[in-house]
């Protein structure tokens, strides 16, 4: 059975800091580019972070880059995503997902495939 498992939200004051895990079973993480997704209510899901499963390359939305940093350790078959100086308008459903990078001379965006999600963690901050 393929599954993706996300785990690490909570809840946080601003400024603080949480890692999010992505754990795989049923198929094998590093044969592929995978996102963090993000979606909270009244708003459209976000990706926010990307890394390539050819070079660990990364990509990072404008609202978290310098805060999120994405990794992966292949032995454990899981992607991380360590977010720092945490904002109330981080406060979603994080998600991960197999994804690829669509580059336009307009944007860059984390688009997810092949339809496979995890339930989430929620991430709360606030005072």
């Known amino acids: 059975q393929v599954q993706l498992v996300e785990s690490g939200g909570g809840l946080v004051q601003p400024g603080g800091s949480l890692r999010l895990s992505c754990t795989a079973s049923?198929?094998?993480?590093?044969?592929?580019?995978i996102g963090w997704f993000r979606r909270s209510p009244g708003k459209e899901r976000e990706g926010v972070s990307f890394?390539?499963?050819?070079?660990?390359?990364?990509y990072y939305a404008d609202s978290v880059k310098g805060r999120f940093t994405i990794s992966r350790d292949n032995a454990k078959n899981t992607v991380y995503l360590q977010m720092n100086s945490l904002k109330p308008e981080d406060t979603a459903v994080y998600y991960c997902?197999?994804?690829?990078?669509?580059?336009?001379?307009?944007?860059?965006?984390?688009?997810?495939?092949?339809?496979?999600w995890g339930q989430g963690t929620q991430v709360t901050v606030s005072s």
């Open positions: 997902a197999p994804a690829l990078l669509q580059t336009t001379m307009a944007a860059i965006t984390i688009i997810p495939q092949h339809d496979v």
């Open positions: 049923g198929f094998t993480l590093d044969y592929y580019d």
């Open positions: 890394i390539s499963s050819r070079d660990a390359s990364t």
